[in-house]
């Protein structure tokens, strides 16, 4: 098992531009995640999903959009970059049988600069 | 409105030194309270979960226990190799929140151990 994969690992983007994230999982989990890391700050939910489908909005949304047409991917959409997105970006996987979600296993990151 | 603070913000310690690392929390209903470690440039890493107060798990020279307001990791005897950054989750109770699939992160604390 691969486990979370992310691609690209690292990007540079000027201010309007857009780019995708990229996010696959490899363990059948049914719930998915994105988050933004920024210094000294706590990781940041921006999207999640609790199934193929089925998307909804966390605690810093806007600007991101996300789809999630598999159970394996995840991607995270940025459509016009600014400067306060200039952050770490991970993407993380977990399983729930109903009861409420279970670990949330990480994948290795993306760092965006945006210019 | 659920809060998880880590302290101390950076710790230093020689190789052997024992210490502890504090999380503390308040949240509407626990479900469970995550540790994760996260090296430079990689994404957190799951160490334990703790669902209960009074509750303990133990990995190598890590030990993690739980009361109704704190967390505490406690490394004893650390090596060079356990220096990284130690970061506390909470999930809320989704029977008491509209919380419900989502973790609630601290800042972290930076731990590292010298020879």
């Known amino acids: 098992n691969a486990g979370v994969t992310q691609t690209p690992k690292f990007r540079i983007l000027k201010i309007g531009q857009s780019m995708t994230l990229q996010c696959t999982q490899d363990?059948?989990?049914?719930?998915m995640y994105w988050y933004r890391q920024d210094p000294g700050m706590g990781l940041k939910l921006i999207y999640y999903?609790?199934?193929?489908?089925?998307?909804d909005k966390g605690e810093v949304p806007n600007g991101y959009n996300v789809s999630r047409s598999t159970t394996e991917d995840f991607p995270l959409r940025l459509e016009l970059a600014a400067p306060s997105q200039t952050s770490v970006y991970f993407c993380?996987?977990?399983?729930?049988?109903?009861?409420?979600?279970?670990?949330?296993?990480f994948g290795p990151g993306t760092r965006l600069l945006v210019l | 409105e659920d809060q998880v603070t880590q302290s101390p913000e950076a710790l230093r310690l020689q190789e052997g030194e024992s210490s502890s690392l504090n999380c503390s929390y308040t949240?509407?209903?626990?479900?469970?309270l995550f540790w994760y470690r996260q090296d430079p440039g990689k994404g957190p890493e799951f160490l334990f979960t703790?669902?209960?107060a009074g509750e303990e798990k133990e990995k190598e020279r890590l030990k993690a226990t739980l009361t109704k307001k704190e967390s505490f990791l406690h490394i004893t005897a650390p090596k060079p190799e356990d220096s990284a950054t130690y970061l506390c989750?909470?999930?809320?109770?989704?029977?008491?929140?509209?919380?419900?699939?989502?973790?609630?992160f601290g800042a972290g604390t930076q731990v590292v151990v010298t020879p």
């Open positions: 703790l669902y209960s």
């Open positions: 999903s609790v199934g193929a489908g089925i998307t």
């Open positions: 993380a996987s977990s399983y729930s049988a109903g009861s409420g979600q279970e670990t949330q296993y």
């Open positions: 363990m059948n989990h049914n719930y």
């Open positions: 949240v509407s209903g626990l479900r469970g």
């Open positions: 989750a909470v999930q809320p109770d989704f029977r008491a929140t509209d919380s419900w699939g989502k973790l609630q």
